[in-house]
């Protein structure tokens, strides 16, 4: 079974950056798209940054587009999310999660997660 663990977060000023990393075990490393989902109080949650190990697509939602940066090392089976410029609006919980492809992720959203890692909160004060 494939499990994910995510790592990173923390409580940042607004204008910080953060790197989460999320490995990942049990299958081969470029089996899955992965993508990194974010879930604020109150709020539904949300993906943010897909990556396709096996083809290096990678997608971002506006919102962080110019800020965050999704890579892979497949040597070290993990995905990391480099964010810088943080806002507040960006504190979360933040979780990775794998999926067959980034579409399902992006268009089934959340019902296209095979698996989820744990979360890692991330707080951005002002």
């Known amino acids: 079974e494939v499990q994910l663990q995510a790592s990173g977060g923390g409580l940042v000023q607004a204008g910080g950056s953060l790197r989460l990393s999320c490995t990942i075990s049990?299958?081969?490393?470029?089996?899955?798209?992965i993508g990194w989902f974010r879930q604020a109080p109150g709020k539904e949650r949300e993906g943010v940054s897909y990556?396709?190990?096996?083809?290096?697509?990678?997608v971002y939602v506006d919102s962080v587009k110019g800020r965050f940066t999704i890579s892979s090392d497949n040597a070290k089976n993990a995905v990391y999310l480099q964010m810088n410029n943080l806002e507040p609006e960006d504190t979360a919980v933040y979780y990775c999660?794998?999926?067959?492809?980034?579409?399902?992720?992006?268009?089934?959203?959340?019902?296209?997660?095979?698996?989820w890692g744990e979360g890692t909160l991330v707080t951005v004060s002002s």
């Open positions: 999660a794998a999926a067959i492809t980034i579409a399902s992720m992006i268009l089934d959203k959340s019902d296209g997660v095979d698996y």
């Open positions: 049990g299958s081969t490393f470029d089996d899955y798209a």
């Open positions: 990556i396709s190990p096996r083809d290096g697509s990678i």
